[in-house]
């Protein structure tokens, strides 16, 4: 399921998930959880996706948010249980970014939000996530073929010594004094 976290105006991002075919239920940041008084992360509750989960997990999306709000957003989905991904490019989407399961950082993005994500989009658009994923499965699968040849390989070797150890016994070779 994708939603759309924006700074923008509800009305702006309503007309974005349209132009998407994206779902246009986007709603403003009023009745999101709050950020501890603290500031500190820790002090978030183990509750938030108890409390907020299933009314977050119900929209498509939150519009005029600030970056505390990205952060709980996708601090209750991971309470929740979900696997979260989340692309930004500013200074205000790294603390989201470094929550999430995998940050992406955009073309273009900031230095902050490049050293806070997971993968860094060298060209504009999507599609080069698809890429990348396309690419990591063929080394995965190169990796994985060279494995299984070097443990095959180790093991006629093992195999072989062991064979020539008991039809070939040392001790016929070995000179015997006297």
Same mark, same amino acid.
């Given at each position: 399921?994708?939603?759309?976290?924006?700074?923008?105006?509800?009305?702006?991002?309503?007309?974005?998930?349209?132009?998407?075919?994206?779902?246009?239920?986007?709603?403003?940041?009023?009745?999101?959880?709050?950020?501890? %008084?603290?500031?500190?992360?820790?002090?978030?509750?183990?509750?938030?996706?108890?409390?907020?989960?299933?009314?977050?997990? %119900?929209?498509?999306?939150? =519009?005029?948010?600030?970056?505390?709000?990205?952060?709980?957003?996708?601090?209750?989905?991971?309470?929740?249980?979900?696997?979260? %991904?989340?692309?930004?490019?500013?200074?205000?989407? %790294?603390? =989201?970014?470094?929550?999430?399961?995998?940050?992406?950082?955009?073309?273009? !993005?900031?230095?902050?939000?490049?050293? =806070?994500?997971?993968?860094?989009?060298?060209?504009?658009?999507? !599609?080069?996530?698809?890429?990348?994923?396309?690419?990591?499965?063929?080394?995965?699968?190169?990796?994985? !073929?060279?494995?299984?040849?070097?443990?095959?390989?180790?093991?006629?070797?093992?195999?072989?010594?062991?064979? =020539?150890?008991?039809?070939? #016994? #040392?001790?016929?070779?070995?000179?015997?004094?006297?």
């Amino acid at each position: 399921d994708v939603k759309m976290v924006t700074g923008d105006h509800q009305l702006i991002a309503k007309e974005m998930a349209r132009m998407l075919d994206m779902g246009t239920d986007i709603l403003t940041a009023e009745g999101l959880p709050q950020f501890p %008084a603290s500031g500190d992360p820790k002090d978030i509750p183990e509750t938030l996706g108890a409390q907020y989960g299933d009314s977050i997990a %119900a929209q498509d999306g939150y =519009a005029q948010v600030h970056p505390e709000h990205k952060y709980l957003i996708v601090e209750t989905l991971r309470q929740r249980g979900y696997t979260c %991904a989340m692309t930004g490019d500013g200074v205000n989407d %790294a603390p =989201a970014l470094k929550r999430a399961d995998v940050g992406i950082a955009v073309e273009g !993005s900031t230095d902050a939000a490049r050293a =806070a994500s997971d993968m860094v989009l060298t060209e504009p658009g999507l !599609s080069v996530i698809v890429d990348a994923m396309l690419i990591a499965r063929g080394v995965f699968q190169r990796m994985l !073929s060279f494995l299984i040849y070097r443990v095959s390989a180790t093991l006629q070797l093992v195999f072989f010594f062991f064979i =020539a150890l008991f039809i070939l #016994p #040392p001790s016929d070779y070995i000179e015997k004094p006297g």
